[in-house]
């Protein structure tokens, strides 16, 4: 199976930066896409990013779009760029894999364990 390994959370105050990265075991037709996502407490998990890992194509929802920026590595890393945060971001960050170009959960069928960014104003 594909796993996820998230990396890179942590403490920040409004206006700072971090960059999370996530270890993808294989890249295979299962895993063409790899999915940021986050869940805030109390809140549904909401689709971040999206990046398809042979080439360039990206996607983002609206309430990061200009902030944050997915990309990769040469090896089997996916990476979220995080600038300029705002409290609002705080929630637990996940990466996953699947076969489809989309910010929906439903379509991601491995999943990282997850890693806390907390930003502070």
């Known amino acids: 199976r594909v796993q996820l390994v998230e990396s890179g959370g942590g403490s920040v105050q409004s206006g700072g930066s971090l960059r999370l990265s996530c270890a993808v075991s294989?890249?295979?037709?299962?895993?063409?896409?790899v999915g940021w996502f986050r869940q805030a407490p109390g809140q549904e998990r909401e689709g971040v990013a999206v990046?398809?890992?042979?080439?360039?194509?990206t996607h983002y929802a609206a309430s990061v779009k200009g902030r944050f920026t997915i990309s990769r590595d040469n090896g089997k890393k996916v990476y979220l760029q995080m600038n300029s945060l705002k409290p609002e971001d705080t929630a637990v960050y996940y990466c996953?894999?699947?076969?489809?170009?989309?910010?929906?959960?439903?379509?991601?069928?491995?999943w990282g364990q997850g890693t806390q960014v907390t930003v502070s104003s």
């Open positions: 996953a894999a699947g076969d489809a170009f989309t910010l929906a959960e439903e379509a991601y069928s491995y």
């Open positions: 294989e890249y295979t037709s299962a895993s063409t896409y």
């Open positions: 990046i398809r890992t042979g080439g360039t194509l």
